[in-house]
């Protein structure tokens, strides 16, 4: 079992549910689920602010970085809200006498045997907590990133709450095994800062998280992850959550490639002719009004934009 | 007592040391010490970047700020690092295959009263802890809050730690007693934004911290706090410190005045006119050059720079 495992990787579809959970789904066996990870560190989005109590008809909806959007009731309009979670904490005394802004950010680091999903050690601000085990060792390392941002207003004499929120996100990167890197030369930090190998974000942008045959996609309007067929667009499995997807990636060859959340759309090829001047901002349009999606978890409302930053500026 | 500590509003000099305590003297008692705080947060700048054993000869020296700066022995060069302690937690994975950085910035409160000392609650991103007391109810609030901001650099295998380092400082607030603003009407946040009575650096900024007689001035090389007579410029009363002074402020009237730390020249006016070209920079080079203080605390180098960031520009 461990040798299979050390050479022939395993693609695997990892999922960051809006509970706080990590799944892992293994693509090329219909997307069953080889494991799961609940760290007990809460959901990825919790507030007051949206309770019409706290704010009347203006709802303050967060976005999982950090942004906060206000949302007007009567005038039906959303208006971004230029604090973020992050200034919100360095203007603390801006905010005048009433209110006292506490918080935080935080960056935990979970890193897991890729295969098992098994947690070999928890890294915080607070420090390190690790757990030895010696059949995983041989794996290739999976690290989970959560950054937690916080804010809690309280009244400066009292000490009582008036509201609070917190927003998170995972971000995920692969480490191979040492074994896998023969001859590999330690390299300094000098190189390591352009290096590319482990980074989320690369070459790879570009690429659509496809295996061999398949070309995997995520529903966030319905919590489920999807497998086309290549070739005749049509779909192999789906993986059906109960909770809304905050995030998903697929790991194969030791690169981490994104999966977009806003593209569900089957895999055909588009040939339309854009002839039109009309033609052409209707379709922008389109295009721009699905890269925002608003959800709700447990009372909570919430924001997403498209999860494709494009990291480059294309080329002639 | 009551009566007298609210009816006549007393003047404090609050005292950040490196040690993390707070210290409050009183500058019409000849600077007797009025109370002592700590909180059992740690120190204010803690690493394990400056041991020679980590990097070699250059040496990671952090500012009470976060900011960092390399010392290369060898060349005898001090260097701007363009990473802030928060910028490497947002750049966590672009370092490599050989480190990942976890952490976090958290900004707590104390909320005290400023005539006895005590601990009315402490908030936090976790939430707060409330004390009741009712003798001290009456008395104005004092706050102090205190932002650390944390870096720790595992290896990604395994998880073992590789250096970490931590920097913070406090922040003062006034927040005056609800009776002494008989008649007031509680704004809302609109106009909160812009009000002036509590805010920490102000239109007092350009006021020195002064007495009705005396003028408090910080000795940063000496650890220590003295006033000098306005008239005769001879010393009144200096407070002496076993630890490096961080921050000071005086707290008067209702305002919060912070005390600058790299003014440490008696009280006597300046009256050299400044003819020459040459003494023009002979001087605004010696001022440069006041403006950063290197100390050490328990083996750990820190830089502080001029405490008194104006955020005005002078006018014609
Ligand atoms: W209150
Ligand atoms: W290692």
Redesign the interface.
Same mark, same amino acid.
């Given at each position: 079992v461990l040798s299979l495992c050390c050479l022939v990787f395993r693609s695997l579809v990892i999922i960051s549910t809006l509970d706080g959970r990590i799944a892992a789904l293994d693509p090329e066996n219909s997307g069953r689920k080889q494991w799961d990870l609940d760290v007990g560190s809460g959901s990825l989005v919790s507030s007051s602010l949206s309770k019409p109590e706290v704010f009347g008809n203006k709802m303050i909806i967060p976005s999982l970085d950090g942004d906060l959007f206000q949302w007007d009731r009567d005038r039906e309009s959303m208006e971004a809200v230029p604090f973020t979670v992050e200034s919100l904490?360095e203007s603390?005394?801006?905010?005048?006498?009433?209110?006292?802004? @506490?918080?935080?950010?935080?960056?935990?680091?979970y890193?897991l045997s890729s295969y098992s999903g098994k947690v +070999?050690?928890?890294?915080?601000?607070m420090?390190?907590r690790?757990w030895d085990d010696d059949e995983t060792e041989q794996e290739e390392?999976l690290?989970l990133?959560r950054t937690q941002k916080?804010v809690?207003a @309280?009244g400066?004499?009292?000490?009582?709450?008036k509201w609070n929120f917190?927003v998170g996100h995972f971000?995920l +990167?692969y @480490?191979?095994d040492?074994e896998t890197r023969a001859g590999y030369i330690?390299?300094n930090?000098k190189?390591?800062?352009n290096?590319e190998?482990?980074?989320?974000i690369s070459d790879v942008d570009e690429q659509e998280a496809m295996m061999k045959d398949t070309v995997i996609k995520v529903s966030v309007a319905d919590w489920k992850v999807m497998a086309f067929n290549r070739r005749g667009g049509h779909l192999e499995w789906e993986y059906q959550f109960c909770t809304p997807i905050a995030s998903a990636w697929l790991v194969k060859d030791g690169k981490v490639i994104p999966i977009s959340l806003f593209d569900d759309t089957s895999y055909t090829a588009n040939n339309e002719v854009l002839e039109d001047e009309e033609d052409l901002v209707e379709a922008a349009r389109g295009a721009t009004e699905s890269s925002v999606y608003l959800g709700m978890y447990r009372g909570q409302l919430y924001l997403q934009s498209s999860v494709r930053i494009s990291e480059k500026f294309p080329t002639n």
């Open positions: 904490l603390s005394y801006k905010f005048g006498e009433d209110v006292v802004l @506490v918080g935080g950010k935080s960056l935990t680091t890193g +070999r050690y928890i890294c915080s601000a420090g390190c690790r390392t690290l990133h916080t809690r @309280v400066p004499r009292s000490g009582n709450e917190s971000e +990167r @480490v191979p040492i330690e390299s930090f190189s390591n800062m290096k190998e482990t980074k989320i």
